[in-house]
């Protein structure tokens, strides 16, 4: 209802804090979303927005909160960011839409060739342009299926791959994302996640663990696709161990099974390199992006292998809004401000930052199992001390306290027992220094 305030880099870099948060503003907004908007659309946080960029996000109440969220990992370049505000605002007043599939232009094709630059692997790619991540996840599978005329699919415990019919089926946990959705897509079958909190296992042993699993279970020569997050996002940011994914890649290679890599989440400089599965030099045979890839506007792809790629018959890939010009702009834009501003090497400065703040905090308070991650993806797991029955309910108290002090946390896991933190690579040292003052003061509060 109100006229948009600035946002971007601009903003002033500050927490700040004029009502109770949510604000009176915001609580009577959020009134009209309870009167208007599906309740199965839920909100973590019942502050409505009015601006964001840099590191904070500014409400309709006037307060400024600290994002350690950046909207689930997608404005990794920050909100608003100068290079994709510009090329959006050129592009939407060019034109807004064609459908590539009706008449095409530049700006799909060039996200593609830069899509086929920055993933990992030497050999000869292609991409398909889509919405969401979801349905990247989809077409890779269509693509795996149609390039090895098998049906199976494995994916892992505790994965998360979106909320359509497919890939609902793909992901692990029920509520709040299957529950009485059912039935699901057929042909999906789920391996041992390696997890070292909870099973101590070697790289190598856990993948040992989920391939005989799979061999005897689905049986390799019918396996059309594995699909792994490299680092595992809703599922509770599980790295697995060291040695599992090169593991993992070499038998789908020696079995003639695709490898699609689900970087949504971890993708696009959020860990410290372009990809997460840059860390252990492994090279998927497709792998799914979505989320930072664009800044905020909805893109998603699928890169692969060439020959993969074009094994699917002409015509049986698209969608009306799949690589929408504005949305490629926008990609182009996020692109252009990872490279100029090394954004890998400023995640992997932030993981110290916040890897170091979380150790002194697990130091303090044995509710902390676990501090994990990689880059600008770290999180800590919280279990009853001592042991590893998890503790949601101390995730949300601070996660709670941390909303209410103007900081903006997400929690994840399968029990939601992790607290997770996904800055916008944008963000300053002084701003997350201070965020994690709050998160400290927070499990002080609540001990
Ligand atoms: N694969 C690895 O992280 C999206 C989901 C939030 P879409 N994760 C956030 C929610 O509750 O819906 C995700 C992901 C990984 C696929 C997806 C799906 O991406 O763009 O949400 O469809």
């Given at each position: 209802?109100?006229?948009?305030?600035?946002?971007?880099?601009?903003l002033?870099?500050q927490?700040?804090?004029?009502?109770?948060?949510?604000?009176?503003?915001?609580?009577?907004?959020?009134?009209?979303?309870?009167?208007?908007?599906?309740?199965?659309?839920?909100?973590?946080?019942?502050?409505?927005?009015?601006?964001?960029?840099?590191?904070?996000?500014?409400?309709?109440?006037?307060?400024?909160?600290?994002?350690?969220?950046?909207g689930?990992?997608?404005?990794?370049?920050?909100?608003?960011a100068?290079?994709?505000?510009?090329?959006?605002?050129?592009?939407v007043?060019?034109?807004?839409?064609?459908?590539?599939?009706?008449?095409?232009?530049?700006?799909?094709?060039?996200?593609?060739?830069?899509?086929?630059?920055?993933?990992?692997?030497?050999?000869?790619?292609?991409?398909a342009?889509?919405?969401?991540?979801a349905?990247?996840?989809?077409?890779?599978v269509?693509?795996a299926r149609?390039?090895?005329?098998?049906?199976?699919?494995a994916?892992?415990d505790?994965?998360?791959?979106?909320?359509?019919n497919?890939?609902?089926?793909?992901?692990?946990?029920?509520?709040?994302?299957?529950?009485?959705?059912?039935?699901?897509?057929?042909?999906?079958y789920?391996?041992?996640?390696?997890?070292?909190?909870?099973?101590?296992m070697?790289?190598?042993?856990?993948?040992?663990?989920a391939?005989?699993?799979?061999?005897?279970?689905?049986?390799?020569?019918?396996?059309?696709?594995?699909?792994?997050?490299?680092?595992?996002?809703?599922?509770?940011?599980?790295?697995?161990?060291?040695?599992?994914?090169p593991?993992l890649?070499?038998?789908?290679?020696?079995?003639?099974?695709v490898?699609i890599?689900?970087?949504?989440?971890?993708?696009?400089?959020?860990?410290?390199?372009?990809?997460?599965?840059?860390?252990e030099?492994?090279?998927?045979?497709?792998?799914?992006?979505?989320?930072?890839?664009?800044?905020?506007?909805?893109?998603?792809?699928v890169t692969?292998?060439?020959?993969l790629?074009?094994?699917?018959?002409v015509?049986?890939?698209?969608g009306t809004?799949?690589?929408n010009?504005?949305?490629?702009?926008a990609?182009?834009?996020?692109?252009?401000?990872?490279?100029?501003?090394d954004?890998?090497?400023?995640?992997?400065?932030?993981?110290?930052?916040?890897?170091?703040?979380?150790?002194?905090?697990?130091?303090?308070?044995?509710?902390?199992?676990?501090?994990?991650g990689?880059?600008a993806?770290?999180?800590?797991?919280?279990?009853?001390?001592?042991?590893?029955?998890?503790?949601a309910?101390?995730?949300?108290?601070v996660?709670?306290?941390?909303?209410?002090?103007?900081?903006?946390?997400?929690?994840?896991?399968?029990?939601?027992?992790?607290?997770?933190?996904?800055?916008?690579?944008?963000?300053?040292?002084?701003?997350?220094?201070?965020?994690?003052?709050?998160?400290?003061?927070?499990?002080?509060?609540?001990?």
């Open positions: 209802m109100s006229s948009p305030v600035s946002g971007g880099p601009g002033p870099q927490r700040r804090l004029v009502t109770a948060v949510p604000g009176p503003e915001s609580a009577a907004r959020f009134a009209r979303k309870k009167a208007y908007v599906a309740d199965g659309v839920s909100t973590a946080l019942p502050v409505f927005v009015a601006a964001a960029g840099g590191g904070v996000l500014l409400d309709v109440d006037g307060n400024s909160l600290i994002d350690l969220g950046s689930i990992a997608v404005t990794t370049v920050g909100n608003a100068p290079e994709v505000v510009r090329r959006v605002q050129e592009q007043a060019a034109f807004t839409h064609t459908c590539f599939m009706v008449t095409p232009y530049d700006g799909y094709v060039d996200v593609c060739e830069t899509l086929a630059d920055l993933t990992p692997g030497d050999h000869a790619k292609k991409s342009l889509l919405n969401s991540g349905e990247a996840v989809e077409n890779a269509k693509i149609s390039a090895t005329g098998r049906d199976a699919v994916v892992f505790h994965a998360y791959h979106g909320r359509t497919l890939t609902m089926a793909m992901t692990a946990k029920n509520m709040p994302y299957k529950h009485r959705f059912g039935p699901f897509a057929g042909e999906v789920r391996a041992p996640m390696s997890y070292p909190l909870r099973d101590g070697s790289g190598e042993d856990a993948a040992a663990r391939i005989d699993v799979l061999d005897k279970q689905v049986g390799a020569e019918n396996l059309a696709a594995v699909a792994i997050e490299p680092i595992q996002g809703e599922g509770g940011f599980i790295v697995p161990a060291e040695g599992f994914l593991a890649a070499e038998w789908t290679r020696a079995n003639g099974i490898l890599a689900d970087e949504i989440q971890s993708g696009f400089c959020r860990t410290g390199t372009w990809f997460a599965c840059d860390h030099g492994v090279v998927p045979d497709l792998i799914t992006t979505a989320k930072g890839i664009a800044g905020g506007m909805p893109l998603a792809a692969g292998r060439a020959e790629m074009d094994s699917v018959h015509g049986g890939l698209g809004y799949g690589g010009p504005v949305a490629c702009a990609a182009l834009g996020a692109i252009e401000e990872m490279r100029r501003h954004l890998p090497g400023r995640a992997t400065a932030i993981g110290e930052l916040i890897r170091s703040r979380l150790l002194d905090l697990a130091d303090r308070h044995p509710v902390i199992a676990d501090v994990r990689r880059g993806m770290m999180a800590i797991e919280l279990c009853q001390p001592g042991t590893v029955t998890p503790d309910a101390r995730a949300a108290a996660s709670s306290y941390c909303h209410q002090q103007g900081v903006v946390t997400l929690t994840c896991g399968t029990w939601g027992n992790v607290f997770r933190f996904l800055p916008p690579l944008s963000i300053s040292d002084d701003l997350l220094h201070e965020a994690f003052d709050v998160v400290a003061a927070g499990f002080d509060a609540t001990a």
